[in-house]
């Protein structure tokens, strides 16, 4: 056989596994060691191995009790443990998807146990920090308490303004009237929480600055005392004794943006809604207005509520409903109304027992906290928590010996501060998001829990 016969031999068995593997003949085959030969695989085995469930093809090589000790040794651990074995759940511990609003139903119920079994929190039984404040006012109608984003408590006592920084608990004099029975009546930061804007008691309006301690800007425009201030972006707006309401653009050297003059007695509760779109007003009269922000120069009213029989001082709008307010009536009323005032309709109306001096929205939880004064049976002077929307009381709480002046709100929305007519300021941590194993942490938690300490 010469060369030429050799190589075409070679070649069809290359191509040939079937008659390379009957042959006894060994041949080597170039090639590269990453790339497998499919030549030298004996794929006719391969394919009865693969198809053939009932044939035991053993090697010649290995006996049985080789083979069975070898399968062993590879899948056994150290602690005699077999390794590496797939195991399908059972039909019977899988729900099919059909199901899936059974498993909904379930998972609620659980969750729902969960919370039974442990609550998210505690009604507080006592309060965290007291302060004393001497000289503050006790007047329904006044606000002399703001806490702004600065985390910097600002508080009237008197004829002086403080500064309390919730922070490092360091208290700061902004200024002390000298004129006689011009008090502070009205304080509240702006938006960024630079600049306080502070209303008096002889139709005074300033604007200062609290990093420097400087006065900024003074604005005219009232006749009487201004009870009531409300920040919306650039644009102050004050409340008065006067009866009016006066829109202030900062920006410019003549401040007077609008005036209005609707209601018929004092403006003792101002507050722009969240979005900046809406105004609500309160007054002494028993009235509540909504302005709509783009029309207040027309003196034009979206709508106007007679429904509350005293007062309506204390206003909140609803953090996660824009067209959503919360209303609170004075002693001969009594009542929370919730409104909507893109129907112009009241949602709700809750009989409270007791005179309303301010309400605070709860933005981790659908809740609303109230705070009370004066009372025809023994329900007065607490803090009440109310789920919304059902307006169920979820409890209440204070020791308050006299009435509650004014109450807000911490920039984490966690902590309240209630001002008492007694000249104490209490700190309670009734709101946050819910708790897990340990309690909430704030800026204010175990400082001073159940001690006195003094503000000036």
């Known amino acids: 056989m010469d060369q030429s016969d050799k190589l075409r031999l070679l070649q069809s068995y290359w ?43 053993k090697s010649s090589k290995c ?26 759940s059972s039909k019977s511990s899988t729900k099919s998807i059909r199901f899936v609003d059974e498993l909904r139903q379930e998972m609620a119920t659980i969750s729902d146990n969960k919370s039974k079994q442990a609550p998210y929190r505690s009604i507080p039984k006592a309060e965290m920090i007291v302060l004393d404040a001497p000289g503050l006012l006790d007047d329904y109608y006044v606000n002399i308490m703001s806490w702004g984003k ?32 011009n008090w502070p009546t009205s304080i509240t930061w702006s938006e960024e929480a630079r600049t306080l804007a502070v209303g008096y008691t002889c139709s005074n309006l300033q604007l200062w600055d609290a990093e420097s301690s400087k006065l900024i800007r003074s604005l005219q425009g009232h006749s009487e005392r201004i009870t009531s201030t409300a920040w919306n972006g650039h644009i102050l707006t004050s409340g008065s004794r006067d009866k009016s309401i006066i829109n202030h653009d900062i920006r410019a050297r003549n401040h007077l943006a609008s005036c209005i003059k609707k209601h018929s007695d004092e403006v003792c509760g101002l507050k722009w809604s969240n979005e900046g779109d809406r105004l609500a007003s309160g007054g002494s009269e028993k009235q509540l207005y909504i302005w709509e922000a783009s029309k207040m120069s027309s003196s034009k009213f979206l709508h106007l509520f007679t429904d509350h029989y005293a007062a309506v001082k204390a206003l909140a709008w609803c953090p996660y409903q824009h067209n959503v307010l919360a209303s609170g009536g004075g002693w001969n009323d009594r009542c929370i109304r919730i409104w909507n005032t893109q129907k112009g309709i009241c949602i709700h109306s809750i009989e409270t027992k007791a005179q309303i001096s301010g309400l605070e929205w709860n933005r981790h939880h659908k809740e609303i906290l109230s705070s009370h004064g004066y009372s025809t049976g023994e329900d007065q002077n607490k803090l009440c928590l109310w789920k919304y929307p059902s307006m169920t009381k ?39 998001p819910p708790m897990t194993g340990t309690s909430m ?7 001073f829990s159940s001690r006195n300490s003094l503000i000036r």
């Open 15 to 57: 191509y040939s596994p079937r008659r390379l593997h009957d042959s006894p003949t060994r041949y080597h085959f170039p090639g590269d060691r990453f790339l497998p030969n499919r030549s030298l695989m004996d794929l006719d085995r391969a394919h009865t191995l693969l198809t053939n469930k009932t044939t035991d093809f």
């Open 63 to 88: 006996d049985e009790v080789y083979q069975q000790k070898l399968i062993e040794s590879q899948s056994l651990n150290s602690e005699g443990k077999r390794i590496m074995v797939f195991k399908g």
């Open 150 to 181: 600065n985390n910097v408590l600002a508080v009237g006592l008197g004829p002086t303004l403080y500064l309390w920084n919730s922070v490092d608990q360091r208290i700061h004099k902004l200024f002390h009237v000298r004129e006689e029975d």
């Open 394 to 432: 979820v409890g209440e709480f204070g020791n308050h010996e006299p009435r509650i002046i004014n109450l807000c709100q911490s920039p984490d929305g966690v902590t309240v501060v209630s001002a008492v007519a007694d000249e104490t300021l209490r700190f309670w941590d009734v709101f946050g």
């Open 441 to 447: 942490a704030s800026n204010l938690q175990g400082l």
